[in-house]
């Protein structure tokens, strides 16, 4: 419960506990939280044992903590039945990443050694369409700086 509390803080909370309800009336305080965690156990596990019982035996490998996503997400990435280790090992996304990178500048894939080998694409050339001219690219209006 109190995994990640070092011997410092503990000595700190132990100081300021007492302090606020003075060394007389430590002791009932301890009690009374201890029997208020308790209780709250108690209940938390006899609502667990009604779920369990009212789902019936078609949940009884049923586990609480699968609930949660990240827990849900690594018993199914465990199984195999899917074939996800072998879709996860075949996907590789710096690969992709690049690749769609590549397309977005107008660069292959893969580099031809017979090309003039720097690989790079000449932005300043306007790309040749069929069927229109040069006037037509000239029709749109100047880019406004102010205006975005």
């Known amino acids: 419960m109190f ?4 011997a410092l803080e503990l000595v700190t ?3 300021l506990a007492v ?3 003075g060394p007389d009336k430590l002791p009932k305080v301890i009690q009374d939280v201890t029997r208020t965690i308790r209780k709250i156990r108690e209940f938390s596990d006899s609502a667990k044992q009604d779920i369990r019982q009212e ?3 078609e949940f009884k490998d049923f586990e609480f903590e699968d609930l949660n996503p990240k827990t ?5 990435l465990d199984n195999d039945e899917l074939g996800l280790k072998e879709i996860r090992n075949g ?3 710096k690969k992709e ?3 769609v990178a590549d397309a977005v500048h107008g660069r292959d894939a893969e580099p031809s050694s017979s090309g003039s080998g720097s690989g790079r694409v000449d932005m300043s050339k306007k790309p040749e369409t ?6 037509s690219a000239d029709d749109r209006p100047p880019f406004d700086m102010d205006a975005t």
């Open 97 to 99: 990443m690049a690749e």
């Open 3 to 6: 995994n990640d509390i070092g």
């Open 130 to 135: 069929p069927g229109k001219t040069d006037k």
């Open 91 to 93: 996907f590789d996304l």
């Open 13 to 15: 909370l132990v100081v």
């Open 19 to 21: 302090l606020v309800f």
């Open 72 to 76: 849900f997400l690594r018993k199914q």
């Open 55 to 57: 789902l019936g035996p």
